[in-house]
């Protein structure tokens, strides 16, 4: 048997906002039931027969955060299931102020590579709530994990072209946040999903910032909590260690714009692409942090994967850009990283190196075939005579 979650509406309250640490819980007072009727037909006429059914019925758990969890409902109203994100019971003041840009955040951002908020309430234990289209399909992280293991569908679904798109899918995703003047803050393949149709999806913007506030909520800590380096960390140093911009790990939250996010994409991407983390050897948080600030990836040097050839050089110099610890020498904003990243797509190799002057030639040359196709046919046809012609004379010699 499945546990009910009675969801109500909001009620009064007010809160001292110098209680920073004050816990936040309200009563409930109705339950939260379903509005539309059961139609049914009784012969030639239906009829319409109201019901008062509870309406988010808990179906299970799909994760745990420091400021709350996300479960699974089936919403009876609509007959759908869905993804409900709720404070825990006790939270401080400071918690749920940031829960609520949260939920105004993502509710404000309408793209279809973000995850759409459908409703938002208080449960009959008094736990704020924000309704949200249940995902189906895999995470980046776990998607990267099977590859790393050598998963050959996997690898047959992901080439590096594929790779490439989803990629491309954040990218428009961020693009439209930053648009809005919102900054994510916490991007990393956990926090990606790819749909069974190759739907990408970006989530959890607990950490995402409106650029135009001069001022933000922080809960109330004066250093990074002890957790895992994957775990998202909240105070003086707010994000995921190992996907952190150089500025994001010394703390420079005022000064964090869209050049963050962008060294977060690249070590993503960087990720995706290697399957290892450039950071991955690395287990304390002192020294994840000090080396996020000085340590680059050297792109060929990396160990290549066994079960898959070799990155293309043109992501490695797209990524070295990313990398870069200046944000004055990143790429400036997503748009640039959209355009460079469909000159690649495109074939319009830069060349930087010998293995990209080698590609740059060969689509030169393909480009030309499509463009003058009769002149590549003629002149193919001569070259293939001369040396058929060469071939006869030699043979005639010879014998």
Not at 136 to 151: F, H, N, P, T
Not at 355 to 383: N, S, Y
Request: glycine share 8%; net charge neutral; proline share 6%.
């Amino acid at each position: 048997m499945s546990d009910t979650i009675n969801l109500v509406g909001p009620t009064d309250t007010v809160v001292n906002p110098a209680k920073r640490s004050q816990a936040v819980t309200l009563p409930g007072e109705a339950r939260r039931s379903t509005v539309l009727p059961r139609l049914q037909w009784n012969g030639p006429v239906p009829t319409a027969t109201p019901t008062s059914r509870v309406r988010f019925e808990e179906l299970g758990t799909l994760g745990r955060g420091g400021m709350g969890e996300v479960v699974l409902a089936k919403d009876h109203d609509i007959e759908r299931t869905v993804a409900i994100k709720r404070l825990t019971e006790q939270q401080d003041l400071g918690l749920l102020m940031r829960f609520v840009d949260e939920i105004r955040i993502v509710g404000s951002l309408e793209h279809p590579n973000i995850v759409p908020v459908h409703d938002v309430g208080v449960d009959e234990g008094g736990r704020y709530y924000f309704v949200m289209k249940h995902l189906r399909g895999d995470s980046l992280e776990s998607i990267i994990e099977k590859l790393k293991a050598g998963d050959k569908a996997m690898h047959e679904r992901f080439p590096f072209h594929v790779r490439v798109q989803v990629f491309i899918g954040v990218l428009n995703a961020m693009a439209y946040a930053h648009q809005q003047g919102i900054i994510h803050r916490d991007l990393k393949p956990a926090n990606i999903m790819v749909g069974p149709y190759g739907e990408v999806t970006v989530m959890d913007w607990g950490l995402a910032r409106n650029l135009a506030t001069k001022s933000e909520v922080m809960p109330i800590t004066n250093s990074v909590r002890e957790g895992t380096l994957l775990q998202t960390q909240a105070g003086a140093v707010m994000g995921t260690p190992l996907y952190m911009s150089p500025e994001q790990a010394r703390g420079e939250q005022d000064k964090l714009d869209v050049r963050s996010d962008v060294y977060s994409l690249a070590v993503v991407f960087h990720e995706f692409l290697y399957l290892e983390h450039y950071l991955g050897s690395l287990e304390q948080m002192p020294e994840i942090l000090a080396a996020v600030q000085q340590v680059t990836p050297k792109m060929w040097d990396i160990k290549q994967s066994p079960h898959q050839p070799s990155v293309p050089a043109e992501l490695g110099w797209f990524l070295l850009k990313g990398f870069e610890k200046d944000p004055a020498k990143r790429f400036q904003d997503v748009p640039e990283m959209l355009k460079a990243m469909q000159q690649i797509v495109d074939g319009r190799v830069n060349v930087q190196c010998e293995r990209t002057f080698a590609k740059r030639m060969l689509q030169e040359a393909i480009h030309r075939a499509d463009a003058h196709p009769k002149t590549v046919i003629i002149g193919t046809g001569v070259v293939l005579s001369f040396i058929l012609a060469g071939l006869v004379n030699s043979f005639v010699t010879f014998f």
